[in-house]
């Protein structure tokens, strides 16, 4: 079992750049979840996909974040232009079937500096 | 607001004792509560699941209760150990959005050899 795979691990860039962030789901997972997490906000979740259509994204914090899931092994996060409070750990979580009744199960993060 | 807490941030414990940790919930209404495992510069990994129907689960060393008119749940790790320190998150998905987990803030374990 691969597991929640998350690319890159760390990326760091200049202000105004445009960040990627790319997310592999668990195979058979139909629902996948972008969260960032930072020392001061904790966990919060971005954006909720159910068999690759988005949910929710009332957590999306601004029009410069968008995310796609253009199949059902691959998602992005993108964030253009970036901005240094955009710095945080993204995590990239997926579970089977389209409530809470799974647990979640999150990828390592990309950790993200914007100088 | 539905709100997660945890209490105490931090604990430290020599090793072979018992730990317990503590999450409370503003709202009664929840769908499920997890309990999360996260090592430095790692992901979360789920260690238990309680649906609100429940009021307990275990795995191995780990049992979780769940008390839905107080708005706790309390994770006992028996016999801990070295391995056991990590940081452990509480979270809660409320029935308005089952699928939207509201997290704590952690607990810190230490386990000192």
């Known amino acids: 079992d691969a597991g929640v795979i998350q690319s890159p691990r760390h990326e760091v860039t200049e202000m105004g750049q445009e960040v990627t962030l790319r997310c592999k789901p668990i195979s058979g997972h139909n629902s996948l979840f972008w969260y960032r997490q930072t020392m001061m906000r904790g966990l919060e979740l971005l954006i909720y996909?159910?068999?690759?259509?988005?949910?929710?994204d009332s957590g999306m914090p601004e029009d410069r974040f968008s995310a796609k899931m253009p199949n059902a092994s691959f998602s992005t996060l993108k964030i253009q232009p970036s901005e240094p409070r955009d710095s945080a750990v993204y995590f990239c979580a997926s579970s089977f079937g389209p409530g809470g009744n799974q647990p979640q199960h999150f990828g390592d993060g990309t950790r993200l500096s914007i100088l | 607001k539905q709100e997660v807490t945890q209490i105490p941030a931090a604990l430290s414990v020599p090793e072979g004792e018992n730990l317990v940790l503590n999450c409370s919930f503003t709202d009664s209404a929840i769908y499920n509560l997890q309990w999360f495992r996260q090592d430095p510069g790692k992901g979360l990994t789920s260690l238990l699941l309680i649906q609100s129907s429940q009021r307990e689960q275990t795995s191995g060393r780990l049992n979780a209760s769940l008390d839905k008119s107080s708005g706790r749940s309390t994770l006992y790790i028996a016999a801990s150990q070295p391995g056991d320190s990590a940081t452990y998150l509480c979270?809660?998905?409320?029935?308005?959005?089952?699928?939207?987990?509201?997290f704590g803030a952690g607990t810190t374990v230490t386990v000192r050899a």
């Open positions: 979270a809660v998905s409320f029935r308005s959005n089952d699928y939207k987990l509201s």
């Open positions: 996909f159910n068999n690759n259509v988005p949910i929710d």
